[in-house]
């Protein structure tokens, strides 16, 4: 077990400057879009769906910690089993286990931090969006309220998610394993129908 994580995660020695500056970029990007994205939608939305947003901006935080904490936790055995036995997605799962740090870092700091700035964003568009409709309502009170709520959901969320991913590691990520190799096949059935 032991020689098994050691095998599937080499350290490197010297900093990964490819590795920073590719997620730098993915970064940058990930969060445009994702901002652009949860205002427009918070722009037009009604306070109930506003408050949707919101938790579901949480939940994709939530979700990929989960994933990028299975990573870390989860073994190769399982997957070598089912590579013996040609199950599709193994080698995904794989692929997935041995760059456990880069995975992690993408699900957990990328993702994760991306989804509280903006959800952090979110709560403060809802909290001025309720204030403005309940004048009477201490405008800092509704802010405060609305930050906490954000980030108990979000804490809560998580701590919960991690015993998950750690108990169910080869479930989580054989299933993230399955999404990945459904895409990756995309491109595959739609050849032959071009063809026709």
Request: aromatic content about 6%; overall charge positive.
């Amino acid at each position: 077990m032991a020689a098994q994580k050691s095998g599937k995660a080499p350290k490197k020695s010297g900093t990964d400057w490819r590795w920073i500056i590719t997620i730098f970029v993915i970064t940058v990007c990930i969060s445009a879009v994702m901002s652009l994205i949860s205002t427009n939608l918070l722009a037009n939305a009604t306070l109930g769906v506003s408050f949707v947003i919101l938790i579901s901006i949480i939940a994709i935080g939530i979700v990929f910690d989960i994933i990028g904490v299975a990573v870390t936790a989860a073994d190769e055995k399982p997957f070598h089993s089912m590579a013996s036995r040609k199950v599709p997605e193994a080698g995904e799962a794989l692929k997935l286990i041995r760059n456990a740090g880069r995975v992690s870092s993408f699900c957990n700091d990328v993702i994760g931090d991306i989804c509280g700035v903006i959800s952090g964003s979110a709560s403060a568009t809802i909290a001025v969006r309720v204030w403005s409709m309940h004048p009477g309502m201490q405008e800092l009170a509704v802010t405060l309220s609305m930050s906490a709520l954000a980030a108990g959901l979000t804490v809560g969320g998580k701590a919960c998610g991690k015993s998950f991913a750690i108990g169910s590691s080869t479930t989580v990520v054989r299933t993230a394993a399955t999404i990945l190799h459904f895409f990756h096949t995309i491109p595959e059935k739609l050849r032959p129908k071009r063809k026709r």
